[in-house]
């Protein structure tokens, strides 16, 4: 089931260091998951994704890691910039049945100058 | 300029008025859903579409009504009946064949 909670964890880190951010997923049958980054007031932007039959992906500064025997999604992003500042949504879905995002209730990456 | 427009950006209603919220797409997208976003949570999804003519409801559709008369429009309704609809509203599209959605700006919603 979803996870949502009225108070999004917070990673704060400092410019030029790397961040991580997890995120667990429920449904064992979801075979697509996708990171977007939301600034405030804003839609989210995608930032990359990953498939099911793959257990990492390397983007420009970021990279996607998926466990799925313990269903565990991981964004890493290098060389955080004050820009990185924002929230990020992990997302997943099947190829089968309903095909539309599950969210889940995001992290706020907060950027030290 | 290809992408997806919501307007309003900001909109204020009454409570016991029905509001319209627009979304449009000129990438050529079969498929286009609605989510809601209260603060600091994430996306519920309210209705999609997946072609012309045809929808479904999403996690949270009721009090919500959806049209989709047109491949490029997907308009949102939120009634009366929504007991809590102050909101941000987001709009999404996707292609044929891919789960991968693309969103609009978003409607700040606020019923007072």
């Known amino acids: 089931g979803e996870n949502v909670g009225l108070h999004l964890p917070t990673l704060s880190v400092q410019e030029g260091d790397n961040s991580i951010i997890n995120c667990a997923y429920s449904?064992?049958?979801?075979?697509?998951f996708i990171w977007y980054k939301q600034e405030s007031g804003k839609g989210p932007q995608f930032i990359i994704d990953?498939?099911?039959?793959?257990d990492k992906r390397q983007g420009q500064r970021v990279t996607v890691l998926l466990n799925k025997t313990v269903k565990h999604l991981s964004l890493q992003i290098a060389a955080t910039q004050p820009g990185d500042s924002a929230v990020y949504f992990c997302?997943?879905?099947?190829?089968?049945?309903?095909?539309?995002?599950?969210f889940g209730s995001g992290t706020r990456l907060q950027v030290q100058p | 300029d290809g992408g997806i427009t919501q307007s309003p950006k900001y909109l204020f209603r009454k409570e016991g008025q029905n509001v319209t919220l627009s979304c449009e797409q000129n990438?050529?997208?079969?498929?286009m859903y609605w989510y809601r976003q209260d603060p600091g949570q994430g996306l519920r999804l309210i209705y999609y579409?997946?072609?012309?003519?045809?929808?479904q409801k999403g996690d949270i559709a009721e009090g919500y009504s959806v049209s989709r008369e047109k491949k490029e429009s997907f308009p949102l309704t939120v009634t009366s009946a929504q007991k809590n609809p102050t909101a941000f509203y987001l709009c999404?599209?996707?292609?044929?064949?891919?789960?991968?959605?693309?969103f609009g700006p978003g409607t700040r919603l606020t019923v007072t």
């Open positions: 999404a599209s996707s292609i044929e064949g891919s789960q991968l959605q693309y």
């Open positions: 449904n064992s049958a979801s075979d697509y």
């Open positions: 990953i498939r099911s039959n793959m």
């Open positions: 997302a997943e879905t099947s190829d089968t049945g309903r095909r539309a995002l599950t």
């Open positions: 990438l050529n997208h079969d498929a």
């Open positions: 579409s997946q072609i012309v003519n045809d929808f």
